[in-house]
């Protein structure tokens, strides 16, 4: 099994690269030429989602099954989310960099998203859903805390019809690299 060091990977975030693990094994890099991002201070929850959230309480709890939620992300029939890449980010949790949202209703983890923290940029890695929009309860809570916490970016790699309709959207790879390194001189922590 091929092994990332964590330090590895927290550089590669600051040069706008991600990994991917393959169905062989091996290690994939990444550096889209437009890079995904939701904007933190502008991040738009439309109505009829925000009277779901009044009207169908979870527990939104954080980094208390970070191992859990990273397995349900990688719980699919396809996945790039391997053996290698679970070690890596636990480790980063373990280190303090990698953090979760978790939903839960009944005491039964129902959802959750979790990513990579570097001073004020927020990596999301995947999010999943054992219920019906829990995906996007831990979404929403998590983007009002990189907010609360003075976060300036939260990277989502690639933009999906999900994401979109948070406001998230595409920019070029270098306006991305500009906020980046802006994003990781500030001082925020995320716990």
């Known amino acids: 099994m091929q092994r990332i060091e964590p330090v590895d990977l927290l550089n590669a975030y600051c040069e706008g690269a991600?990994?991917?693990?393959?169905?062989?094994?091996s290690i994939s890099w990444y550096r889209p030429k437009?890079?995904?991002?939701?904007?933190v201070a502008e991040f738009h929850v439309p109505r009829r989602f925000e009277r779901y959230l009044k009207?169908?309480?979870f527990e939104v709890r954080w980094?208390?099954?970070?191992?859990?939620?990273?397995?349900?992300c990688a719980d699919r029939e396809s996945?790039?989310?391997?053996?290698?890449?679970m070690d890596t980010y636990e480790e980063l949790h373990r280190?303090?960099?990698?953090?979760?949202?978790?939903?839960?209703?009944?005491?039964?983890?129902?959802?959750?998203?979790?990513?990579?923290?570097?001073?004020?940029?927020?990596?999301?890695?995947?999010?999943?859903?054992?219920?019906?929009?829990a995906s996007k309860?831990?979404?929403?809570?998590?983007?009002?805390?990189?907010?609360?916490?003075?976060?300036?970016?939260?990277?989502?790699?690639w933009t999906t019809p999900h994401l979109a309709m948070f406001g998230g959207h595409e920019?070029?790879?270098?306006?991305?690299?500009?906020?980046?390194?802006?994003?990781?001189l500030r001082k925020a922590t995320f716990m």
Not at 18 to 25: L, Y
């Open 137 to 157: 309860v831990a979404l929403t809570y998590l983007q009002r805390r990189l907010h609360e916490r003075g976060y300036l970016l939260h990277d989502t790699q």
């Open 63 to 72: 980094n208390s099954a970070f191992g859990d939620v990273i397995r349900g």
């Open 95 to 133: 280190l303090g960099f990698a953090h979760c949202a978790e939903v839960w209703r009944d005491g039964k983890l129902r959802g959750g998203v979790y990513g990579v923290s570097i001073g004020g940029a927020f990596f999301g890695e995947s999010m999943f859903s054992r219920e019906p929009q």
């Open 171 to 184: 920019i070029p790879c270098a306006q991305y690299l500009e906020m980046l390194q802006r994003a990781i």
């Open 55 to 57: 009207d169908h309480p």
């Open 79 to 85: 996945t790039w989310i391997t053996d290698t890449i």
């Open 18 to 25: 991600f990994p991917m693990g393959e169905e062989d094994g």
């Open 34 to 39: 437009m890079r995904g991002i939701l904007p």
